[in-house]
């Protein structure tokens, strides 16, 4: 079949892959644990529900403003004046279908073809194909001493004058490391004086454990949104644990903003009106949930570590936030992918390869899931593996 090229050559998820391989087999009746998908188990918070279900049951679902209702956009901005000490104004503002579009919706409207986007390894496994779907160009950059982030001088080296943007992500998906204040307030500066925008995607921000507060870098505070290189992505999607609601928002230089929502306006219209009135509901209502999450997260982060910690020869580094963990298996095999599937063939386990995140010879495993799936999902991969630890 004569179909795109650019299309052909982007790579399936593999996260949505395994996920769908999972409910297959799950559906065959074997009892498959999952810690390959980054989606805790907690309901929606109680007032994104009655919030979303009126607006259905009203019968008000029309489209809405393409960059979204502008009570959700109020919502958006206090959230985001308080987290970041930032001015923001409705035109710095728009509301896309979860945080992937927005991703791809800034992409498409930075890059000219053949710009460069720097991304950091290990990186999540959708930046290189949304850069490339933008036809520009993903150049990754690999920590030199092995680590779960560059050193800032890495980064620079890797900055060229087709530089358009360089993506950070911390909490970092799919290491769980959380990147220091110092070094993202250097990324901060360092773009403002390059003129490069600096796409800080945010989804995990306030999931970090052990007490962390990542402090947004000192250039940005009480910045005005315009004045700045900077762009924000976040969404309700790990906030409040409501993957499927899909809702995520940008904040940007109003430019930007403008001709995004054209780009969106051309493609998906708006996001669900219904959808939109829940996601304000989970960031008007009582902020108690994020907190619970949070807690239940760290205990799991806690009961996976301790798990790992007796199986012989996979090295271990404590994620800082985020519910996934990057283990080191190059005691057990170098190829991730022939390990993962191995995993799941005989223990019925489903692991993520490190090799989709650019850190070969690891497994990302997410433990959003329960304390007990973690304990027999660690159980089975020491059975499998290693029979004697
Ligand atoms: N950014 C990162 C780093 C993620 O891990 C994910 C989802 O796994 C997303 C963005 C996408 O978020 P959303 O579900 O809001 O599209």
């Known amino acids: 079949m004569s179909l795109s090229q650019l299309a052909r050559s982007i790579a399936e998820s593999p996260t949505l892959r395994l996920n769908e391989e999972a409910r297959i087999l799950r559906e065959k009746g074997e009892p498959v644990i999952n810690l390959g998908i980054g989606e805790p188990k907690n309901k929606a918070p109680i007032n994104a529900i009655l919030q979303g279900a009126a607006r259905l ?29 930032r001015l923001v104004s409705p035109e710095n503002v728009i509301a ?66 087709n530089t358009k943007a360089i993506i950070l992500n911390s909490p970092n998906n ?9 070094f993202v307030g250097r990324m901060v500066e360092f773009c403002e004086t390059k003129g490069i925008y600096l796409i800080l995607d945010d989804i995990y921000q306030k999931l970090v454990f052990d007490g962390l507060r990542p402090k947004p870098g000192t250039a940005f505070t009480r910045a005005d949104s315009e004045s700045t290189k900077l762009i924000i992505v976040n969404g309700v999607a790990k906030l409040y644990g409501m993957t499927g609601f899909r809702v995520g928002w940008t904040i940007a230089p109003r430019e930007l903003v403008r001709v995004m929502t054209n780009v969106q306006a051309q493609t998906t219209s708006c996001v669900s009106p219904a959808m939109q009135v829940a996601a304000e509901g989970a960031l008007v209502g009582v902020q108690n949930v994020v907190e619970s999450l949070r807690l239940t997260i760290q205990n799991n982060r806690d009961v996976l570590m301790q798990e790992l ?9 404590k994620p800082e936030g985020t519910f996934y963990a990057l283990v080191d298996f190059r005691a057990y095999s170098n190829n991730s992918v022939e390990l993962s599937n191995f995993l799941l063939k005989k223990a019925l386990v489903v692991t993520v390869p490190g090799k989709e995140f650019g850190m070969e010879g690891h497994l990302r495993l997410s433990f959003a899931g329960t304390v007990k799936e973690l304990q027999e999902a660690v159980a089975r991969m020491k059975w499998a593996l290693d029979p004697t630890s």
């Not at 403003?65 to 987290?83: C, F, H, M, N, V």
């Not at 991304?119 to 036809?135: D, K, N």
């Not at 799919?174 to 110092?182: K, L």
């Not at 910690?309 to 580094?317: P, S």
């Open 57 to 85: 049951t009203s019968g008000d679902v029309k489209y809405t403003p393409t960059d979204g209702l502008p009570s959700l956009k109020k919502a958006i901005i206090r959230y985001t004046e308080e987290t970041y000490d």
């Open 96 to 161: 896309s279908d979860g945080a992937k579009q927005c991703l791809f919706n800034i992409l498409f409207t930075l890059c000219n073809p053949q710009d460069e986007v720097v991304v950091l390894a290990p990186y999540w496994v959708s930046y290189p194909e949304i850069i490339r779907m933008c036809q520009a160009i993903p150049v990754i950059v690999t920590p030199e001493d092995g680590g779960f982030h560059p050193r800032f001088e890495e980064v620079v080296r890797a900055v060229g004058s």
């Open 174 to 182: 799919p290491s769980g490391a959380v990147y220091s204040d110092d």
């Open 309 to 317: 910690r007796t199986f012989n020869g996979v090295k271990l580094r």
